[in-house]
């Protein structure tokens, strides 16, 4: 090849470079990109609005909850626990235990399932799965027991959520826990005064007197106009006393 042949194709690759550093530098002037002080993603999460003042919720209800819960959905719920669990009678053990009549069950306490040990885990609880235990371990099993090696990140949706665990625990109810009872109905809520008390009734007559008081009304006093501050009785104050003439 030539000099000339060599010189030419040198300043093709030569000039095409610089052709494309110059778009290069053009394109940042037409775009603009934001440089953040540390490398990484940002994900922009509003905040959520709470209105100020914290929600503080009260005791759940689980006879309502239970009682009016829809078993159907309730054994649509239970698809997403198959992957660990089985809720056949004398179904196997997988990642979890079985879980055919758990309500009612001791806590830990399926024959052939080696449970997890140790703080917070679920053999450190004493007691069965209640309505109130199960509720609350399915909403968020690691909130129930820190220390358990169950991943499931629960059902806890804000809207739905309670419905959902209350709908999945009737639907557990008929897996050969028939026999445990409904819980008991919250008592109403005490807003009527207490028996005996009555309520003021504007307009009424005051109550009268204890012997020995003193008068409501003083006699002789004129009547206050409508809606003028009752009169109150007028304080006597004693004469001072005289003192006894000095003797002559």
């Known amino acids: 090849m030539s000099d000339l042949g060599f010189n030419k194709i040198a300043f093709c690759i030569l000039g095409t470079g ?7 530098e053009a394109s940042h002037s037409l775009f603009h990109t934001a440089h953040h002080e540390k490398p990484g993603y940002l994900v922009d999460v509003p905040e959520a609005h709470t209105g100020g003042e914290a929600v503080v919720e009260g005791p759940r209800d689980y006879f309502t909850l239970i009682s009016t819960a829809d078993v159907a959905k309730g054994e649509e719920q239970h698809k997403k626990c198959l992957q660990c669990h089985t809720f056949t009678q004398g179904g196997a053990n997988l990642q979890g235990p ?3 009549g758990v309500l009612g069950r001791d806590i830990a306490s ?11 885990s679920l053999t450190e609880h004493e007691g069965n799965w209640t309505y109130e235990n199960l509720d609350h371990f399915i909403e968020r099993p690691k909130g129930f027991a820190s220390g358990t090696a169950m991943n499931f990140a629960g059902i806890n949706s804000r809207l739905t959520g309670l419905q959902d665990r209350a709908n999945l625990i009737a639907y557990l109810r008929t897996l050969g826990s028939e026999s445990v009872p409904l819980p008991d109905p919250l008592p109403a809520s005490a807003t009527a005064p207490a028996d005996g008390a009555a309520a003021p009734v504007d307009g009424a007559a005051p109550a009268a007197p204890v012997d020995g008081a003193a008068p409501a009304a003083v006699p002789g006093a004129t009547p ?3 809606g003028a501050p009752a009169p109150t009785a007028p304080t006597t104050t004693p004469a001072p006393a005289q003192p006894a003439p000095a003797p002559h």
């Open 18 to 24: 610089l052709a494309l550093i110059g778009l290069n």
């Open 98 to 100: 079985n879980l055919f």
């Open 110 to 120: 399926h024959a052939g399932f080696k449970y997890s040990t140790g703080a917070g």
């Open 224 to 226: 206050a106009a409508p």
